[in-house]
Nanobody, 123 residues
Framework: QVQLVESGGGLVQAGGSLRLSCAAS????????MGWFRQAPGKEREFVAA????????SYADSVKGRFTISSDYAKNMVYLQMNSLKPEDTAVYYC????????????????WGQGTQVTVSS
């Protein structure tokens, strides 16, 4: 069982930066793929970024490549999403998720989800 709690969302101007954090419980945290997804009002949830277990491969949505970076600190059971050069279209609720598989962009492949944190980017 893995429990995930996101934090770090907020209001930021376009061009600014935010770092989202995801605190994970469970002793086997390092054995999970960790991902970030987002959902804007009236839109479907979409993949943002994922990092394979034990700090392996990473994957990013085309819309965030070069601007967002996913990282993890296994000693602290934390996953981060550094978001730079934010745009108004990045406005959404951001969710942290954990998967036993490497299916980075497939939300259905994730077993555990956090409650989400709101990110609002003003123009």
């Amino acid at each position: 069982q893995v429990q995930l709690v996101e934090s770090g969302g907020g209001l930021v101007q376009a061009g600014g930066s935010l770092r989202l954090s995801c605190a994970a419980s469970g002793r086997t945290f390092s054995s999970y793929t960790m991902g970030w997804f987002r959902q804007a009002p009236g839109k479907e949830r979409e993949f943002v970024a994922a990092r394979a277990r034990s700090g392996g491969s990473t994957s990013y949505a085309d819309s965030v490549k070069g601007r967002f970076t996913i990282s993890s600190d296994y000693a602290k059971n934390m996953v981060y999403l550094q978001m730079n050069s934010l745009k108004p279209e990045d406005t959404a609720v951001y969710y942290c998720a954990a998967s036993r598989q490497w299916v980075p962009g497939n939300g259905r492949g994730y077993d555990y989800w956090g409650q989400g944190t709101q990110v609002t980017v003003s123009s």
